[in-house]
């Protein structure tokens, strides 16, 4: 999938682990790592919305568009 | 969700009636061992052994034909005492069938395994094969339907194999269809044959048999197409399940 979610970047940036994130946007570890892994088809705008306050970020920081 | 109680009472039945189904083709296996023992038995201790004995009274089976068309009358040969009698050594008889496939039923009678051995060979191995699709068609597909609802009662509503199982389902028993009227095409050639061979003639002979289990088609196909269905199920699951 052309769409890149760089979740991994910004929790880099921010020093944040993936226990700490999780518990911060009340979403499973076992998601996370879906998310991380790029195997999500889709993401809730709340759950953008979420790692968007807790990584201090703009949805533009997390996904990102890369030609094929 | 809890699976309902008609998923659990549904799934009761498929595993009854597969582990009965297994019970009775094992007590069908041991039946000839049996029959055997008892030939065997009745020799030893002087009765009259052979067929002569097993006729009179011991255990029997029967291979059945279809036959379609119109024989010429009277069906009566002129050695044999019966109407309708092929021959009293094996008991081969041309009944008058119940259904509406064909009018007759040419109809081996096996009480022995001389009886077996008079029997032409076309004619046994399309009799046991029809058999033998049945047994197998059934239990694979109890099987597989045993299997899905074991996973509906887990909760377990849409998933790859209960859509890959729905979908065998569904070609098992289309398949069985196709065969099972495939198979008595040919028998149906087969008994002309051995009738034609025994003198008989017909009147008018049907081409072929045309199909009365129709209701086979249409289960195989509704189930193929519950199987689409369940694969579409499984197709927005995975969706559900990979949106964050």
């Not at chain 2, 009472?9 to 296996?29: E, S």
């Not at chain 2, 095409?185 to 008989?200: E, V």
Request: proline share 5%.
């Amino acid at each position: 999938m052309p769409i890149v979610v760089n979740v991994d970047v910004m929790m880099a940036r921010r020093k944040m682990s993936l226990t700490e994130l999780s518990e911060k946007v009340g979403i499973t570890m076992a998601n996370l790592s879906i998310l991380k892994t790029g195997k999500a088809r889709a993401i809730r705008f709340e759950t953008l919305e979420a790692l968007c306050e807790a990584l201090d970020c703009q949805p533009g920081d997390l996904l990102e568009y890369q030609r094929e | 969700m809890k699976s309902t109680p008609l998923i659990r009472w549904i799934y009761r039945i498929f595993d009854t009636l597969f582990f009965g189904q297994i019970t009775i083709y094992c007590l069908a296996l041991c039946l000839p061992l049996i029959v055997g023992v008892a030939h065997w038995y009745e020799a030893r201790t002087g009765g009259n052994a052979g067929h002569k004995t097993t006729r009179s009274g011991g255990l029997r089976t029967a291979l059945t034909f279809p036959v379609a068309g119109h024989l010429s009358r009277p069906h009566t040969l002129p050695d044999h005492p019966r109407k309708d009698t092929l021959s009293v050594n094996p008991p081969v008889d041309i009944k008058l069938a119940e259904n509406n496939v064909a009018p007759y039923l040419l109809t081996f009678t096996i009480g022995s395994w001389q009886d077996f051995r008079t029997i032409p060979a076309a004619l046994i191995i399309l009799g046991y094969l029809r058999l033998l699709l049945y047994i197998g068609s059934l239990l694979w597909a109890n099987y597989l339907l045993r299997n899905m609802f074991r996973a509906l009662t887990y909760e377990i509503y849409f998933s790859h194999p209960i859509w890959k199982r729905c979908q065998t389902v569904g070609w098992i028993i289309t398949g069985y269809f196709f065969a099972y009227n495939l198979i008595m095409n040919l028998s149906h050639a087969a008994a002309w044959r051995y009738l034609a061979a025994k003198g008989f003639h017909e009147d008018w002979q049907q081409p072929f048999l045309w199909p009365d289990n129709w209701m086979w088609l249409w289960a195989g196909l509704t189930l193929l197409v519950f199987a689409q269905a369940f694969r579409f199920g499984t197709q927005l699951q995975q969706e559900k399940d990979l949106t964050i």
